[in-house]
């Protein structure tokens, strides 16, 4: 899977929208990029994932590039609650076989929200 | 809304003792990994299973390590003869492995070794 380059951390006042860059200049045609984010003490959560297309959820969006190399999550509105480590993976989707199952974390960019 | 479990949540052990912990996945789900996580860094890929069948596993799986998924459902991830080294915490995931394979992950149990 191609790497991904976070900056470790970010702040963001509460109610303004938070943008979280993810770099992956190496990125293949098959790859999509993920997100992920950890809350303190719990297991990773999934946010949302595209191709080439922007994409919007419940949570968050994701703007892509067209190049594809890089891309932003976007939080509309943060609250203290979206304080966590965000994790960008990109990594080829789908039914496959092989060994193209595990998502490979860097360190993610650490989100403090404050009030 | 029955997701991923993980039991214990915490175990502490003394040096040389085998842990095991326990995984149940999402019911429908027939694809289910564990990670290994350590202070400060991101979740690292152990191993992984498609139902009952064990399809890849990580370097960082030393013979100590041995998971199973005896009947595709919940799976046991046992640890002999523990080390300092081990003290982590370990998750596990599931997913349908469909279009799209976003993983769901349980709480993760945190494993001490005094």
């Known amino acids: 899977d191609a790497k991904t380059t976070q900056p470790p951390s970010m702040d963001c006042a509460e109610g303004r929208a938070a943008n979280l860059p993810c770099n992956h200049s190496t990125i293949s045609g098959n790859e999509y990029v993920y997100w992920y984010r950890q809350i303190h003490s719990q297991g990773p959560q999934y946010i949302i994932h595209?191709?080439?297309n922007n994409e919007t959820n419940e949570m968050a969006s994701l703007i892509i590039t067209e190049d594809r190399k890089s891309s932003t999550l976007i939080l509309p509105h943060a609250t203290l609650r979206d304080t966590a480590v965000y994790y960008c993976i990109v990594r080829v989707a789908g039914n496959y076989g092989g060994s193209q199952g595990n998502l490979i974390f860097g360190k993610g960019t650490k989100l403090s929200v404050k009030p | 809304d029955t997701g991923v479990s993980q039991d214990p949540r915490h175990k502490i052990t003394k040096r040389g003792q085998n842990v095991t912990f326990r995984c149940d996945p999402i019911s429908e789900h027939n694809r289910l990994y564990w990670y290994r996580q350590t202070l400060g860094q991101g979740p690292e890929f152990l191993t992984y299973f498609q139902n009952e069948a064990q399809l890849e596993k990580s370097r960082l799986l030393s013979d100590r390590f041995s998971a199973e998924r005896p009947k595709g459902s919940f799976s046991t991830l046992e640890i002999q003869r523990t080390e300092q080294g081990d003290s982590a915490m370990y998750l596990c995931?599931?997913?349908?492995?469909?279009?799209?394979?976003?993983?769901?992950f349980g709480p993760g149990t945190r494993l001490t070794v005094t």
């Open positions: 995931a599931s997913s349908d492995g469909l279009a799209g394979g976003e993983q769901y």
């Open positions: 595209g191709l080439k």
